[in-house]
């Protein structure tokens, strides 16, 4: 550029750019006239005779800078300007070449430098004037919803020629936090006692004894001022404190535990890499001691164990609690909740056909049955009734064979509403009181009952329907026409707001989370219409396309997501559909069968997917039936396979484990003879075939045989003896 006159350079760069953006095409002789008066006044302008100045440095402004995502502070202008060699200065903005190094924080326009927010972050604007290694470039730093800076450790010691490393952590507007170490700028109010480096970030080193001030700044952010004390002495260690100080994992989880010593100069420091780490129950958990994983623990088996750093005589603990793994490979019961009964059907896992194995009497007076809820460890089953006025919760055990029993007293109170809703995890249930808040029960890890409520958030406007991804990271509640989002304590179980409510469907039906926990699906019955947000660590974004079309005609009622993530099924009860969805990668929904419905029975509201992602159950209220179908691989669209009457459901729920198994080999008849006729069953065939010992007496004029869920025994009422005839059954048959 040292012998380029910049004038002309500034006139054919912007000529370029209007040619290049018309396209030959349509530079046609219509604009020419327009053309050469343009050129002969940008000329005239611009002056293009003799010697110019040269551009031998550029500045941007305005640095830093600051944008915040969805508001009128969503975008920036910038400016280059251009030093040159005569003393003048020049406006470079459209001259220069712009670029964003962070460009999930904000991008600009590479001609224009035009920057608009993207998400939160830090990045460097960068405008380069010419090529080469020795073009110009000037930069600047944009910060994106960035709230605070927090220098970490804020009060260390450390002896004359030694060094701390500060860590910088941002907090943006939506209470997401991320490591600015790297990008900050650092500084030492007095370097005579301790300097910053030039090269590491951060990483400060003791000139002589005294005390000095260490921020970091970000863009125009601030930190607060950590307090360096630089001695000549040796502080010795005096503590170690742990962190988690508690919590409570499943099998195969990780816990990854800090150790922060306290010296005798009152200062801290991290001593996670100096601690010797060690477990008291190496069987229920192990921890790391091998670089760069030192104070990393890994759950193994169920049981509780002592987590302990130590460094010379000094220790610190922390309690470890692994809970069983959750079993989900398939479903293995399919319960359906009456009015004063619960059913428990078993599921048969090749066909997905329901068989009766038990019910239990829960009439409990005024109460009205209205909920099932089942632990994922598939041996607890919650029972949620309503009272004349509040809620009930009862919990009741589920056996291997599928028998229930009461476990526990129920929890009642007059100010509880709402559905509840258990953490995948099964470490807590959540349900609202009518103060607006959200109340949490710990469950034991053993039995599932729920134990001492607390208040998990308070006053939440108006809570109403509550989902939690499959991690049990995050909750999300209806409030109103609006989703909050909050995030969960593994530990007790309290919930922190993340962000703003994200604006929703007026009338939220029902509402589901992808197992994948990246998309939740609210129904808006009112409009047929289901709303779909992304879920970026607790914050929700609109779907591109969203809402999307319910086709059903009536009323839209329940939906339910596959285990794979990839199907969404909807029922819609007064005009009898049940539609399937396919979710695309970015979640967006597409209705199979062009919109059209499967094949119901009458009044359809409940379903559930099996956790084998094989089956989907669905409940027809009008005709007391639950229909199976098959899901099919790859397609999701549904075949009917069986039904089964129900006695009214007004509830119904899946509880997992590993499947049972049933294999057909007989059949039994009763005759009026007295007899009951046997055949075998040809297992690739089905066809019948009468038994070495074909008929067996069964008293006078037996009415019916049935068997038990596991055919083990069978049973024959004789009606004109008015007995009941038990056989044992065999491989021979009875």
């Known amino acids: ?80 300007t251009g030093n040159l060699s005569d003393g003048t200065t020049n406006d470079l903005t459209r001259l220069v070449v712009w ?34 290694s020795s073009a110009p470039t000037a930069s600047a730093v944009l910060t994106v919803n960035l709230g605070s800076v927090t220098v970490t450790p804020p009060n260390p010691s450390i002896l004359v020629s030694a060094t701390q490393q500060f860590a910088a952590t941002a907090a943006y507007l939506d209470r997401t936090t991320s490591d600015v170490t790297q990008a900050a700028t650092w500084s030492s109010s007095n370097p005579s006692f301790a300097t910053m480096s030039t090269t590491t970030p951060g990483l400060a080193t003791g000139v002589s004894v005294g005390d000095s001030n260490i921020t970091a700044t ?18 010795t260690l005096t503590g170690i404190s742990l962190a988690p100080t508690s919590d409570s994992v499943m099998v195969g989880m990780t816990v990854q535990y800090t150790a922060t010593g306290t010296y005798s100069d009152g200062s801290t420091q991290d001593v996670t890499t100096q601690a010797t780490w060690a477990s008291s129950s190496s069987g229920v958990a ?109 919990t009741y055990s589920l056996s291997p064979s599928g028998q229930l029993a009461p476990v526990g007293s129920p929890i009642t109170s007059q100010n509880y509403q709402g559905v509840p809703i258990i953490d995948p995890i099964g470490r807590f249930l959540y349900l609202e009181d009518d103060s607006q808040d ?83 699906y609210e129904l808006d019955g009112a409009t047929h219409s289901i709303y779909g947000f992304s879920i970026s660590k607790g914050a929700l974004t609109p779907l591109t396309n969203s809402p999307f079309a319910v086709p059903a005609t009536g009323d839209p009622l329940q939906m339910a997501v596959d285990p794979s993530g990839s199907f969404l099924y909807l029922t819609e009860q007064s005009a009898d559909g049940l539609f399937g969805f396919t979710i695309g990668g970015n979640g967006s929904l ?15 509201n409940l379903l559930n997917a099996d956790a084998s992602g094989k089956f989907l159950y669905v409940s027809n209220a009008f005709t007391n039936e639950v229909w199976t ?38 059949m039994f008849l009763a005759i009026e003879s007295g007899d009951v006729a046997q055949f075998s069953i040809n297992s690739s ?40 005839v038990s056989f044992s059954i065999s491989s021979d048959g009875l």
Not at 592 to 602: E, N, T
């Open 286 to 394: 192990t921890i790391s001691n091998s670089a760069g994983s030192q104070g990393l623990a890994t759950a193994v088996a169920a049981g509780s164990t002592n987590i302990s750093a130590t460094i010379g005589s000094v220790s610190g603990n922390a309690m470890l609690t692994v809970t069983p793994k959750v079993v989900t490979n398939a479903s293995r019961y399919q319960l359906s909740l009456g009015l004063t009964n619960l059913y428990v059907d078993a599921i048969v896992p090749t066909t997905g056909q329901l068989r009766a194995v038990s019910f239990l009497d829960v009439n409990n007076g005024l109460n009205y049955n209205r909920g099932l809820l089942t632990h994922p460890n598939g041996q607890v089953v919650y029972l949620v009734s309503i009272p004349s006025i509040g809620l009930q919760v009862a």
């Open 685 to 724: 065939t089905g066809e019948l075939a009468p038994m070495s010992t074909p008929l067996l007496g069964a008293g006078v004029e037996p009415q019916t045989v049935v068997t038990d869920p596991y055919d083990l025994f069978a049973y024959s009422p004789s009606l004109k003896a008015s007995n009941l």
């Open 590 to 604: 597409s209705a199979m069968q062009g919109g059209a419905s499967f094949a119901i029975g009458s009044g359809p």
């Open 218 to 235: 970000v863009g125009s952010t601030q930190s607060n001022q950590a307090v360096l004390a630089v001695t000549s002495g040796s502080p």
């Open 629 to 666: 179908y098959a899901i099919g691989s790859g397609t999701g669209l549904l075949t009917k396979s069986s039904q089964m009457r129900d006695q009214g459901t007004t509830a119904q729920a899946l509880a997992n484990g590993t499947a049972l198994t049933f294999t057909p080999t007989a």
């Open 99 to 132: 670029s964003s190094s962070n460009t999930s924080a904000a991008t600009i326009q590479s001609n224009t430098g035009m920057a608009t927010a993207a998400g939160d972050g830090v990045t460097t604007i960068t405008a380069t004037y010419g090529s080469g």
């Open 1 to 80: 550029m040292a012998n380029t006159n910049l004038r002309c350079v500034e006139f054919c760069t912007w000529f370029s750019a209007k040619f290049a953006h018309f396209g030959s095409r349509r530079f046609l002789a219509a604009l020419f006239s327009w053309v050469v008066s343009a050129a002969i006044a940008g000329l005239l302008a611009f002056g293009c005779g003799g010697s110019s100045p040269t551009v031998t440095s550029i500045t941007v402004s305005p640095s830093p800078a600051a944008l915040i995502t969805g508001t009128s502070q969503n975008t920036q202008q910038f400016k280059a």
């Open 438 to 520: 959200i109340v949490v029960f710990p469950l034991d890890p053993n039995t599932g009952v729920p134990g001492t409520a607390s208040n998990a958030a308070a006053a939440v406007p108006s809570p109403g329907l509550m989902a939690i991804d499959s991690t049990g990271t995050y909750l999300f509640v209806q409030t109103g026409a609006t989703l909050s989002s909050y995030q969960i304590n593994g530990t007790t179980g309290a919930l922190t707001a993340i962000g703003s409510p994200t604006n929703a469907a007026s009338s939220i039906g029902a509402l589901v989370v992808t197992p994948s926990g990246k998309s939740i």
